[in-house]
């Protein structure tokens, strides 16, 4: 599975930016799908994720009521819509994606493949 992540930039407090990911090389009938991000000298932390199928999905505490999962079937493609961004949203985001639709971990460490990564800055 190839992931690449794109639509980062420069957002004002209070602001919207939206995420994509395009997914290739295998089906994705049977994935999970999930976003973390990784903010300047800290751990690698979960935001959201989703079954590709189902559409069922999951959210960080920090998250929940201004970032929305969702996926796109025909283009293949992964997105997490961001509203109401804060000076603490600020990172670099990552897509991942799983084999296996049952549940939907916070572990970084159970998503094997991953995108490169797009910075996401919120200032006022």
């Known amino acids: 599975v190839q992931l690449q992540a794109s639509g980062g930039g420069l957002a004002q407090i209070g602001g919207s930016l939206r995420l994509s990911c395009a997914v290739s090389?295998?089906?994705?009938?049977?994935?999970?799908m999930g976003w973390f991000r990784q903010a300047p000298g800290k751990e690698r932390e979960f935001v959201a994720a989703i079954t590709w199928r189902t559409g069922r999905t999951r959210y960080a505490d920090s998250v929940k009521g201004r970032f929305t999962i969702s996926r796109e079937y025909v283009q293949d493609t992964l997105y997490l819509q961001m509203n109401s961004l804060k000076v603490e949203d600020t990172a670099v985001y990552y897509c991942?994606?799983?084999?296996?639709?049952?549940?939907?971990?916070?572990?970084?460490?159970?998503?094997?493949?991953w995108g490169q990564g797009t910075l996401v800055t919120v200032s006022s």
């Open positions: 090389g295998r089906s994705l009938s049977s994935h999970g």
């Open positions: 991942a994606s799983r084999q296996g639709n049952t549940w939907l971990p916070d572990a970084s460490n159970e998503y094997p493949y």
